[in-house]
Structures are given as C-alpha cells and as structure tokens.
Nanobody
Framework: VQLQASGGGLVQAGGSLRLSCAASGRTFSTSTVGWFRQAPGKEREFVAAIGWSAGRTYYADSVKGRFTISRDNAKNTVYLQMNSLKPEDTAVYYC????????????????WGQGTLVTVSS
C-alpha cells in the first residue's frame, strides 16, 4: 500500500481544512487507516483512525468533536475533516495504514504516507 497525504495549508484559528489520504493497491479496503501528527519538538501523536468497514472510528481526546475521519473505499481515499482548528493543531499530519488489524498505535502501522503541513494561526 502506498499512501499520499494532501490538503494541508495555512488557516486561521476557528477555520477548517480537509486532509485526504489517497492509497494505491487493492489491499486498502481491508486496512485500518490512521492519522497521526507531529508538532515541532514533539513526538508523533495519534489523531484518529477508521476501520476498513468504516463502522469503527476512534479519536484522540484533543480532537474529539472537532475532527471527523471518513473513507471512500471506491476511491481508495480516507479523509480527515478538521473544524474549529486551534493553534495547537499545528503539525505535520501523516496517514498510515495497517492490514487486517485495528490499532491506534503508530509502531503497529506498516505503511506511511509523506506528511502534509497544517499551520493554524492565532
């Protein structure tokens, strides 16, 4: 599975962005996909994950109620809709995939995309 993250940019606090994670490969539809982020000087942290049937989702407490993860298996794409953005959401966002396993732990994901930078100004 190869992943391509996009959609980052500069937005004012309170604004919205939608990130996309486009995947190649037929195994995407059977993969859990997670979003992680890494701010300067900080460790990578979990943001959200979605199971392959899209029936299961999970969010970090810091984004719950503001971010929504979704997927379109026909388009091999997972989305992260980010609303009510805060300056502390500034980070490089990465998508990752893992086949046939539900996980929110970064080290358990085998496939990673390149990051996309999200900058939220105050």
């Amino acid at each position: 599975v190869q992943l391509q993250a996009s959609g980052g940019g500069l937005v004012q606090a309170g604004g919205s962005l939608r990130l996309s994670c486009a995947a190649s490969g037929r195994t995407f539809s059977t993969s859990t996909v997670g979003w992680f982020r890494q701010a300067p000087g900080k460790e990578r942290e979990f943001v959200a994950a979605i199971g392959w049937s899209a029936g299961r989702t999970y969010y970090a407490d810091s984004v719950k109620g503001r971010f929504t993860i979704s997927r379109d298996n026909a388009k091999n794409t997972v989305y992260l809709q980010m609303n009510s953005l805060k300056p502390e959401d500034t980070a490089v966002y990465y998508c990752a995939a893992e086949r046939f396993q539900w996980t929110t732990i970064a080290t358990e994901y085998h496939y990673w995309g390149q990051g996309t930078l999200v900058t939220v100004s105050s």
